[in-house]
Structure formats: structure tokens, C-alpha cells
């Protein structure tokens, strides 16, 4: 059984900084992709970014590709989500994800565990 849990979020201002953390326990956890994914009030649950967990490479969405830098720490199971420059408009819950196989996809039925999500709420 893996467990995921998000920390970090909270209430910046427009073009401030959070850093993310997502960490994971449980003696099964070796993902092969970690995602991390938003959803705000309304809206459908869209997909931020993944990173590869054995080579750490990278894939961003658009929205955020310019702004935000996902890492990865495997000695403490823990990846990361950095956050800069943010807009009211990534206000949102974040989750984090990890998925058993490589993922190529931003579809956030490809990963298998989910955590409870952080409250990110950017303000004008």
C-alpha cells in the first residue's frame, strides 16, 4: 500500500513562490512516474506536470511550463513541485500521483495512488 502526502500549500500573493512537497511511504512504493495534477473549485482535475522517477526527466503543461519545476529526492521518496510567479488562476487543490508504469500521457487515469491534495489559493 503506498501513501502519498501533499504539504507546502497555502496563501501567496500574485507572482510569489510555494514549493510543494509530496511524500511517500510504504515498502511497495517504486513508482515509475509521479504526476502532479490541480483541480480548482468547478473545475475538472488538470494535469501540472510529471517526472520520470528513475531518470528524473521532466514533462510540464503549458500553463506552467515557464513557471513551476517538478524534482524528485528518491532516497526520501519525496517529489517536488516548484512554484513561481503565480497567477490567481493556479489557485486550485494540488494532488500528487504515482503511477506503477511510464506515463506518457497527461491522463490522470494511468496512476494508481493518489494523495489528499494541498490548498494553493493565490491572491490578486
Known amino acids: 500500500q503506498v501513501r502519498l502526502v501533499e504539504s507546502g500549500g497555502g496563501l501567496v500573493q500574485a507572482g510569489g513562490s510555494l514549493d510543494l512537497s509530496c511524500a511517500a511511504s510504504g515498502r511497495t512504493f517504486s513508482p515509475e512516474t509521479m504526476g502532479w495534477f490541480r483541480q480548482a473549485p468547478g473545475k475538472e482535475r488538470e494535469f501540472v506536470g510529471r517526472i520520470r522517477w528513475t531518470s528524473g526527466s521532466t514533462v510540464l503543461a503549458d500553463s506552467v511550463k515557464d513557471r513551476f519545476a517538478i524534482n524528485r529526492d528518491t532516497a526520501k521518496k519525496t517529489v517536488y513541485l516548484q512554484m513561481n510567479s503565480l497567477k490567481p488562476e493556479d489557485t486550485a487543490v494540488y494532488f500528487c500521483?504515482?503511477?506503477?508504469?511510464?506515463?506518457?500521457?497527461?491522463?490522470?487515469?494511468?496512476?494508481?495512488?493518489w494523495g489528499q491534495g494541498t490548498q494553493v489559493t493565490v491572491s490578486s
Open positions: 500521483a504515482a503511477a506503477d508504469r511510464l506515463v506518457l500521457s497527461t491522463d490522470e487515469y494511468a496512476y494508481n495512488s
